[in-house]
């Protein structure tokens, strides 16, 4: 017999989603790990395994918070995090990786990322990242333009 508290996790925690957010990493297990902890957490997420389709979303819907893979050290995500910025400057950014970087630290925090964290994250720390960086309506407060 499952516990209650099993049953909540298992599905998301409301019917009213908490935010849309952009998931972009091309490791699958990761994607559908994040993807999962975010949508029990009921967030509505748009994952992606590719930068260039996740800029097409980005150019299709809002978006309250995104979560982007940093790529090799080389940052491929750049490019995606510096056009989701000069989109509206007041998106959330987290730029995640396997290996930290300092050169990719500090690129990513001058371009405007809000955080850039070890992966793998537990949790506890996912909902913690998304509940204090994406506020479900603020979309026009931030400026969004649809």
């Not at 000069?86 to 990719?104: E, I, K, W």
């Amino acid at each position: 017999m499952a516990r209650s508290a099993d049953l909540q996790f298992n599905r998301p925690c409301s019917f009213l989603p908490r935010g849309r957010v952009l998931l972009v990493d091309e490791d699958g297990n990761d994607l559908r790990y994040y993807t999962a902890l975010l949508w029990r957490l009921g967030y509505v997420v748009r994952p992606f395994a590719s930068y260039q389709e996740a800029e097409s979303c980005l150019q299709r819907e809002p978006i309250d918070f995104i979560m982007v893979n940093q790529g090799s050290p080389a940052f491929e995500a750049r490019g995606l995090v510096e056009r989701a910025l000069a989109r509206n400057r007041r998106t959330p950014v987290v730029v995640l990786t396997h290996c930290l970087d300092m050169s990719c630290y500090l690129e990513a925090m001058q371009l405007g990322a809000v955080d850039y964290l070890e992966k793998p994250l537990a949790p506890a720390d996912v909902e913690h990242l998304v509940t204090t960086h994406a506020q479900p309506g603020l979309l026009e407060m931030r400026g969004h333009r649809a």
